[in-house]
């Protein structure tokens, strides 16, 4: 079982970057995927989540209206889309799986949920 999430970099504020969550060694379309992040001396935040199968998508205040999330089962992989990036954005982010039954555990709070397995972070800074 693998997770895997890329695309991270450096952009300048206002840009974009793409982050890839590539999965491997389980069938993706059974779990949601949530992304979060962590900034240095921070606590990690959960950012957005999409559901398996229905696809139904949640996200935070911080990133709503300019990040969005997504699938593709058939390339087992999720994407996060970011948008209108700031440098409060700078940070580690993460994907990590949740089954259905975990998901409704947390009474389907992704921020609260215990996930199945996670990623590798990547960087992302955003700064002129």
């Known amino acids: 079982v693998q997770l895997q999430a890329s695309g991270g970099g450096l952009v300048q504020p206002g840009g974009s970057l793409r982050l890839s969550c590539s999965a491997s060694?389980?069938?993706?379309?059974?779990?949601?995927i949530g992304w979060f992040r962590q900034a240095p001396g921070k606590e990690r935040e959960g950012i957005a989540c999409i559901s398996g199968h229905d696809e139904t998508t949640d996200y935070s205040r911080s990133v709503k209206g300019r990040f969005a999330i997504s699938r593709d089962d058939a390339k087992t992989t999720v994407y996060l889309q970011m948008n209108s990036l700031k440098p409060e954005d700078s940070a580690v982010y993460y994907c990590?799986?949740?089954?259905?039954?975990?998901?409704?555990?947390?009474?389907?709070?992704?921020?609260?949920?215990?996930?199945?397995?996670w990623g590798q972070g990547t960087q992302v800074t955003v700064s002129s």
């Open positions: 990590a799986a949740l089954s259905r039954a975990s998901y409704a555990d947390a009474d389907y709070d992704y921020t609260r949920a215990v996930y199945d397995y």
């Open positions: 060694g389980f069938a993706l379309a059974d779990y949601g």
